[in-house]
């Protein structure tokens, strides 16, 4: 294998694919990169086995061949070296690198030994705005249960509803560890027409939405992406296509809870506040919660327009902190919240304004932005 390529479409293929390989004791081959000199262009892939990243780049290949790489190794030597024209070649177990002055050999593994990346049998296809799906996970993804005990919940929801009236399509996602709900609708125009009338539903392992993520943040120059994400769907896997990166992955099997029936219709209090105000005010409490239990207690005061925030530990003491806030409804509520899931809710918003609503101690709250029902997030309550 022979081939020559820039440093900056070699380094920025490294950096979308890398990520992927880790310290794999029982399959070392994991932890190595598949490098692929084809008639036109470059292949790097990498695989943990439940997913895999490819990234394809210009270059001027003189022979083909393939071989694989410590990833690591291999990112960390091309990100030092200068934006220049590098010289790759590969004999056996061997590979050379040049690029001007610079020259190193890096002992490789022969391709044959790294897994087949099977191919995908494509059902439907939906092409949509990178930046609104990047968005959209960064508001549901903190929800995922962080244990596996229950698989369906250490994924993302999601859900495409075609409206044939308008021809428009609202993507719904939606993520919960049963002590929290996120949930974010957006509706757009695909680019492409999209003919399936139909509703369907998959769910994408946290961990795959978390590498789509980090791909769709990466902002490298010279890099065609035309700012559209494609997705393929097929019965038990789903990839995405990004300019030249492809990851591919498995799909969780199962039913996802009918979330739905958890989220309240009416309520009997509705506080609408300044959000960077009720953040303040909630870590200012947070700091005499309670170790391992994060509780943080939420009482409405609708004569003084205000919202209060009360902590307190034997070890610590304790403190009450007020917020302003517009409350409609009588009720003198009081309501304990893990504070963690608090904050990562707010944290997910974008307006200045928020609106919590709540009906008494025992039920879930709800926060809202004021001008926009298209995002949700619910935290049921620590019950005293």
Do not use: W
């Not at 105000?277 to 004569?303: C, G, H, M, R």
């Not at 304790?318 to 963690?340: D, H, P, V």
Request: with cysteine.
């Amino acid at each position: 294998m022979k081939f020559s390529c820039l440093q900056n479409n070699l380094q920025y293929a490294l950096t979308c694919t890398t990520h992927l390989a880790n310290k794999n004791l029982n399959l070392p081959i994991l932890n190595n990169i598949l490098l692929q000199a084809e008639e036109t262009s470059i292949r790097l892939t990498t695989t943990n086995l439940e997913m895999a990243i490819g990234c394809t780049f210009r270059g001027k290949i003189e022979e083909k061949g393939e071989t694989t790489l410590p990833s690591k190794l291999f990112l960390d030597y091309i990100h030092l070296l200068p934006k220049d024209r590098i010289d790759i070649v590969s004999n056996q177990d061997i590979c050379s690198i040049s690029c001007g002055k610079d020259q190193t050999k890096i002992k490789g593994t022969a391709a044959s030994e790294f897994p087949l990346i099977p191919s995908v049998t494509i059902e439907k296809t939906l092409r949509l705005p990178a930046e609104l799906f990047k968005n959209a996970i960064a508001r549901v993804i903190f929800a995922t249960a962080s244990q596996e005990s229950r698989p369906v919940l250490a994924g993302v929801f999601m859900k495409i509803s075609p409206e044939s009236k308008t021809s428009q399509v609202q993507l719904t996602l939606a993520a919960t560890d049963s002590y929290r709900l996120a949930e974010v609708k957006f509706l757009f125009s695909p680019p492409d027409s999209f003919d399936d009338q139909n509703e369907s539903t998959v769910i994408v392992p946290v961990k795959t939405m978390m590498e789509i993520y980090r791909i769709l943040s990466l902002d490298y120059e010279d890099i065609d992406t035309d700012n559209l994400l494609t997705i393929h769907f097929s019965q038990n896997q789903i990839v995405f296509l990004y300019g030249s990166v492809e990851l591919i992955s498995r799909t969780i099997e199962g039913a996802y809870p009918d979330y739905q029936q958890i989220i309240p219709h009416q309520f009997q209090t509705q506080i609408v506040l300044d959000r960077e105000d009720f953040q303040k005010a909630i870590k200012t409490a947070s700091l005499f919660s309670k170790n391992n239990l994060y509780d943080v207690s939420i009482s409405v005061e609708p004569e003084q327009n205000l919202l209060s925030m009360k902590a307190m530990d034997a070890n610590k003491g304790e403190n009450i902190t007020y917020c302003s806030a517009q409350i409609q409804g009588s009720s003198n509520t009081t309501i304990t919240l893990n504070f963690r899931y608090l904050l990562d809710g707010l944290n997910a918003f974008s307006k200045e304004q928020v609106v919590l609503q709540m009906i008494d101690a025992n039920n879930p709250c709800l926060l809202t932005e004021k001008e926009n029902q298209l995002y949700q997030y619910l935290i049921m309550p620590i019950r005293q």
